[in-house]
């Protein structure tokens, strides 16, 4: 029961130097054991474990463990602290914080000698737990009883509820084949693989899969029109002036040749520009590469000549901080004369929800940047989710 309690810390905690604290009776001398007197005394046992070993091959470090302790279970606890003086913390006991105790109940069979029938009462335990967690073994005729002390401050009910269903599960698997090893006994109960595996990955939910990020947001518009829809600084757009301007970025882009798929690059600072310029290039069909002004221009320059845009959309005043590039360089505020005069009407792309909406680069942590490419359809698939769980 001790080496399957080992077995339930190391599992929980990955640790592989385990001290667990144990009372012993201290009554080693035959002198002592007709003495009424509290002679119990913890003695600490420590298992050095690993995911390899078999839960018998524990058990016998376990068993050379008890066996040495109890050869010096008489050495006082307070004595031991003393020598060993560890760093204290009054938050916790020192040497070990958590506790096993086995008893054995014998009064019953000493009733029967006085002729008295008797039966055990289990009694609540005292408030207040001396360790983070004690676990109570009492061995009854053909029954263990166990009971479970804790530090509230650190654990609930239903957590140490559900530790000792899984204690109950290992002990299950280790009758069914104490030969496997430690790291693979198992440790969930049905009831909790299910709530694991099957309840909490229940994430599934209804979303529009045909559709696309900005044919949502022409629904939108058609909602409320008048409804103010982007807003920088002094700046605002209603969802009808946004829409428009956008599908005239949309016309001028497809003109040059943005189609289903072609990667646009967009260098601008936040701003109105910024949002017009991204609804843009997804009614146009293509798909927008974010090139923030404040990146160092080797990681730009890189960025540039991975994906290989052919058109870039940016402002005037940093154009001359553009890395040098191969791209058709749009300015959205001085060339904006230009593209007002192209359509306002939602034009068509012929873009599915299966096509690229944006690819965004890495942080570069392994290396080199590496782009990611995003699909209208999990782009759809998460403002969905954000709607719900963010309220908006």
């Keep these: 029961m001790l080496t399957a309690f080992f077995v339930l810390l190391y599992r929980y905690t990955n640790q592989e130097d385990i001290l667990v604290g144990s009372p012993m009776l201290g009554r080693s001398g035959r002198e002592f054991k007709g003495v009424v007197g509290y002679f119990v005394n913890p003695a600490v046992l420590r298992a050095s474990i690993s995911g390899n070993l078999t839960f018998q091959d524990l058990l016998a470090q376990v068993s050379t463990q008890v066996k040495a302790a109890q050869k010096h279970q008489d050495y006082p606890f307070p004595l031991l602290v003393e020598q060993l003086q560890p760093q204290r913390d009054p938050s916790r006991s020192p040497l070990f914080q958590v506790s ?118 022409e629904a939108q518009v058609e909602q409320f029109p008048n409804a103010v829809a982007v807003v920088f600084e002094g700046e605002q757009l209603t969802y009808r002036e946004l829409n428009a301007k956008a599908n005239q970025l949309a016309h001028y882009l497809q003109r040059i040749g943005v189609a289903t798929e072609v990667l646009v690059g967009i ?9 017009i310029g991204l609804l843009g290039i997804l009614k146009a069909g293509g798909a927008y590469v974010p090139l923030d002004p404040n990146y160092p221009s080797e990681r730009l320059a890189f960025m540039l000549e991975d994906s290989s845009v052919p058109v870039l959309l940016t402002q005037q005043k940093l154009v001359e901080k553009l890395p040098p590039n191969s791209a058709r360089v749009i300015s959205l505020d001085s060339d904006w004369e230009e593209i007002a005069t192209y ?19 890495t942080s570069g942590s392994t290396g080199k940047p590496k782009g990611v490419v995003i699909e209208h359809r999990a782009l759809v698939n998460y403002t969905t989710v954000a709607r719900a769980e963010y309220g908006i």
Excluded at 267 to 275: A, D, G, K, T, W
Excluded at 343 to 361: C, F, H, M, R, T
């Design 267 to 275: 260098y601008v600072e936040r701003s109105v520009e910024m949002v």
């Design 343 to 361: 359509s306002e009407e939602n034009p068509s792309s012929g873009v599915k929800s299966n096509n690229l909406a944006y690819v965004i680069y």
């Design 100 to 217: 096993f105790t086995w008893q054995k109940q014998r009064w019953c069979e000493s009733g029967k000698e006085l002729g008295l029938k008797m039966e055990p009462y289990p009694l609540g335990h005292q408030r207040g737990a001396s360790s983070d967690l004690d676990v109570m073994m009492m061995e009854m005729g053909e029954v263990l009883l166990a009971g479970w002390q804790y530090n509230t401050d650190l654990f609930d009910e239903a957590t140490i509820a559900r530790m000792a269903r899984h204690y109950q599960t290992l002990l299950e698997g280790i009758v069914a084949n104490p030969q496997q090893k430690i790291s693979e006994l198992p440790l969930l109960t049905p009831a909790d693989r299910h709530q694991l595996l099957v309840e909490w990955n229940n994430t599934g939910a209804e979303y529009p899969q045909d559709k696309c990020i900005h044919q949502l947001f």
